[in-house]
């Protein structure tokens, strides 16, 4: 199931292709090489990368890349991610970087790889091994020449993954194994101050494990072990205050910035602004969990030998540094093997759990598996940050757009999760400091023509919940502030939408994506908001559109809504989205990636909100911290713009943006009532309804 490189190279590679990349350190033991790709005598290809496949495809997208290149048919190419035993180190998943990043040092290596097989001769390089560096001028084919790439090939791990037979890290298993949970406080900042390890002496070889505030129990038996964490008696501290979650934008909002950062700054934004009618608007997004279905778990085996870790993880190597540090040893002495959890999204708890297992694995002696419960993820997993979004605009006396000033506050970040909770409780690492920068600002400044423009960052000082990357990181609630407000300008003179928004456009395929979202939903152009409505239910549709970062992907959404005038409720029952990524690898995976971004983001924008009562988190299963369900899936049709000249954008986070604001466009279409505070639940809009 793991095999060594070792044990790899004695069933005969021929061809070995290895770099380094600047400015990262090489994986031993080669310093100038380490292998990418591996040729064998019967022309079968094995891929080595950092880069994992979190369900995003990108695994075969891997290997039509090097099919492309090598000429070797994509049915003979097998992908190896994470595994630091035997994989080079050229990053991990996150950021939309599989193709932009990993894929195009893979094509590069398999470029190399078919010129050194060219220079053999046909056949000579079977059975062969080449200590060559990849040669960043090695003549990869032309897009217009490709054959594989672009092609909707079919993932292999679908069909187990349907039927019950792919193997997660939750399914895997070591020979003497023990089972483990960790007891956590019941509020934040709590410490361990009594543990009563006599009430769990009925449960059979149940045993208590405690290193300075870090608590958790072990057994032979998964039962038992969940028994004991429920039956264990402890006693914490008092933690820390917090503000509620139902107070926590007003409070955001007159809270005093640490730090504040002026990011774009064109024309004379505030003189033009004092010279004119303006208007404003504040928006909301809150806290979210990760919310794999799946919760987090890992399996780690600590011995004399070295430190074996099993993980969902992104960043294989991030793990193993994490633990090597945790454990205080050397990084060579840990391998992280990846194996498939149930989703991530950025960095959920998959090192908490990693980190909870190496430390109750070295305790022990034995190899451990820690399963966190459903409470446990919602509550500890870190969270994407809460930002509160200032906007202020005026349009000149032609309906253009004078002057725009917009302001994100919130914490610095997000911080990525280095030091995890049980290293940190345990005493052996430091918690990670609060960032020094602003929040995301990116896709704050709108991408229209606007002469007077400026753009600010308002850091908070901290807060008592852990953030992390969580999907679209910031940008998910830049767009939304920035395209609702675009909304609220084009109905302040009446004019349609889309048209507003082309006004201010010139680049083709920004145009074009609008356009094709349009036409799919059938946009027919009036003044917004669309007529008032009797009834029961109230129509309408909305659109919004982005340039990812203002560098990657083009998105344009419109979106069909019903409002339930008597509960408030809003069922999205039609979504069209235009994605241009530029150069498309597989269809088939990326219209997968772009329709579970707007799936995801759907349940985020109408449901999902961390919940607190100034103490603890208070979201802690799928009641307190509803997902989008089944039957409120609406249908999404995805047009995807295939640009053959084009770089590859990777597609993980691109579509995730304008949904909010889409709806949000839509909902004020429906009902004349604007919606600025995420998330969008029945008592909220019931509420406006009212007022």
């Known amino acids: 199931m793991n095999p060594t490189r070792r044990d790899l190279l004695k069933t005969g590679a021929a061809l070995i292709v290895s770099f380094r990349m600047q400015g990262q350190t090489p994986a031993p033991p080669a310093m100038d090489l380490d292998s990418f790709i591996a040729i064998h005598p019967d022309s079968s290809v094995t891929v080595y990368t950092s880069h994992v496949d979190p369900g995003t495809g990108i695994r075969m997208v891997y290997?039509?890349?090097?099919?492309?290149?090598?000429?070797?048919?994509?049915?003979?190419?097998?992908?190896?991610?994470?595994?630091?035993?035997?994989?080079?180190n050229h990053g991990g998943t996150g950021g939309s970087s599989g193709v932009p990043r990993g894929g195009a040092d893979i094509r590069q290596a398999a470029a190399t790889a078919h010129r050194a097989m060219l220079d053999l001769g046909p056949g000579k390089f079977a059975g062969k091994r080449f200590e060559i560096k990849v040669d960043p001028k090695a003549p990869q084919k032309k897009p217009s020449e490709y054959t594989v790439v672009g092609k909707p090939i079919l993932r292999t791990d679908v069909p187990r993954k349907a039927t019950g037979r792919f193997p997660y890290v939750h399914d895997h298993k070591i020979p003497g194994m023990l089972h483990a949970r960790v007891i956590r406080p019941t509020v934040i900042g709590a410490k361990l101050e009594s543990v009563d390890e006599a009430s769990i002496k009925a449960i059979p070889d149940a045993k208590v494990v405690k290193l300075g505030d870090f608590l958790a129990v072990v057994a032979k038996d998964e039962w038992a072990a969940v028994r004991a964490s429920r039956e264990l008696k402890v006693t914490w501290s008092e933690g820390k205050q917090m503000s509620p979650s139902a107070s926590l934008a007003a409070e955001m909002a007159?809270?005093?910035?640490?730090?504040?950062?002026?990011?774009?700054?064109?024309?004379?934004?505030?003189?033009?602004?004092?010279?004119?009618?303006?208007?404003?608007?504040?928006?909301?997004?809150?806290?979210?969990?990760?919310?794999?279905?799946?919760?987090?778990?890992?399996?780690?085996?600590?011995?004399?030998?070295?430190?074996?870790?099993?993980?969902?993880?992104?960043?294989?190597?991030?793990?193993?540094?994490?633990?090597?540090r945790t454990l205080n040893v050397p990084p060579t002495k840990v391998r992280v093997v990846y194996m498939d959890g149930s989703g991530s999204y950025g960095s959920n708890g998959a090192y908490d759990a990693a980190a909870d297992a190496a430390l109750i694995s070295k305790a022990v002696g034995a190899p451990v598996r820690v399963q966190w419960s459903r409470q446990d993820e919602l509550v500890w997993d870190p969270k994407g940050p809460a930002h509160m979004l200032e906007v202020t605009g005026a349009l000149d006396a032609n309906g253009n757009i004078l002057a725009w000033d917009s302001s994100a506050l919130g914490p610095a970040g997000p911080q990525w999760t280095g030091s995890a909770l049980s290293p940190v409780a345990a005493g052996l690492l430091t918690a990670a400091p609060q960032g020094q920068g602003v929040p995301v600002i990116q896709n704050l400044d709108p991408p229209y023509a606007i002469p007077n423009l400026r753009v600010t960052g308002k850091q908070l000082k901290d807060t008592p919940i852990r953030l992390s990357n969580l999907r679209a990181p910031g940008k998910i609630a830049t767009v939304f502030a920035v395209e609702s407000f675009m909304d609220e300008l084009a109905a302040s003179v009446a004019t349609d939408p889309i048209a507003f928004r082309k006004k201010g456009l010139t680049d083709p395929r920004a145009l074009a994506v609008i356009d094709k979202a349009a036409e799919m939903i059938g946009w027919k152009p009036r003044p917004s908001p669309g007529p008032k409505q009797t009834g029961p239910k109230l129509t309408g549709r909305g659109m919004a559109y982005m340039r990812y970062k203002h560098a990657e992907n083009y998105v344009a959404m419109a979106m069909e809504v019903e409002v339930e005038r008597a509960t408030g409720k809003i069922r999205v029952t039609r979504i069209t989205c235009a994605h241009d990524c530029g150069l498309i690898m597989n269809p088939d995976g990326l219209r997968n990636q772009v329709e579970g971004n707007i799936l995801q983001t759907l349940s985020r924008t109408l449901h999902e909100e961390v919940t607190t009562d100034g103490k603890r988190v208070t979201s802690v299963d799928w009641v307190s911290y509803p997902l989008?369900?089944?039957?409120?899936?609406?249908?999404?049709?995805?047009?995807?713009?295939?640009?053959l000249d084009q770089p590859a954008h990777g597609a993980g986070e691109a579509a995730c943006a304008p949904v909010a604001a889409a709806v949000a466009n839509a909902v004020f279409d429906a009902t004349g009532v604007r919606l600025r505070d995420i998330p969008f639940t029945a008592a909220k809009v019931k509420n406006s309804l009212r007022a």
Do not use: M
């Not at 989008?628 to 640009?643: G, H, S, T, Y």
């Open 63 to 88: 290997a039509q890349i090097v099919a492309e290149e090598t000429g070797i048919p994509v049915e003979k190419i097998t992908v190896v991610d994470g595994d630091t035993g035997i994989v080079p």
């Open 628 to 643: 989008l369900r089944f039957p409120d899936a609406p249908k999404v049709e995805v047009a995807l713009i295939n640009q």
């Open 254 to 324: 007159k809270t005093k910035p640490e730090r504040e950062q002026q990011a774009v700054n064109k024309g004379d934004a505030p003189g033009a602004l004092a010279a004119a009618k303006t208007l404003k608007a504040t928006y909301y997004w809150p806290f979210q969990s990760h919310a794999s279905l799946g919760p987090s778990c890992s399996i780690a085996d600590v011995s004399e030998s070295g430190v074996g870790v099993w993980s969902s993880t992104q960043d294989v190597f991030g793990v193993r540094g994490l633990v090597a």
